[in-house]
């Protein structure tokens, strides 16, 4: 059993930035692709962006740009650092462990996560 809890999220004004974290449990945690994904209400879970253990990161249309994601396995967390916020990035974030190291097109799919985090509140005013 992975537990994998979020954190930092808050309200923000248009422009801002804003770092979440993510800590997983497990001794393997270099081992896990690890992603992002958002819900906005009434809308489906959408990728965010993803730290592949092929090394690379994977972006989704709403990351491109202004987001990134960062890994410190001393720690077990990874980070999602959204710059130029903008109204329409306001959702629950969540936090996806692939403990199979989803790579390419996989770690786009919301089921290819094992574990999920609770979620945290994202709120960005206009």
């Known amino acids: 059993q992975v537990q994998v809890v979020e954190s930092g999220g808050g309200l923000v004004q248009t422009g801002d930035s804003l770092r979440l974290s993510c800590a997983a449990s497990?001794?393997?945690?270099?081992?896990?692709?690890m992603g992002w994904f958002r819900q906005a209400p009434g809308k489906e879970r959408e990728f965010v962006i993803a730290?592949?253990?092929?090394?690379?990161?994977y972006y989704g249309d709403s990351a491109q740009g202004r987001f990134s994601i960062s890994r410190d396995n001393s720690k077990n967390t990874v980070y999602l650092q959204m710059n130029s916020l903008k109204p329409e990035d306001t959702a629950v974030y969540y936090c996806?462990?692939?403990?199979?190291?989803?790579?390419?097109?996989?770690?786009?799919?919301?089921?290819?996560?094992?574990?999920w985090g609770q979620g945290t509140q994202v709120t960005v005013s206009s």
């Open positions: 996806g462990a692939d403990l199979q190291g989803c790579s390419g097109i996989g770690c786009y799919d919301v089921n290819s996560y094992d574990y």
């Open positions: 497990g001794r393997t945690f270099r081992a896990y692709s």
């Open positions: 730290d592949s253990i092929d090394g690379r990161t």
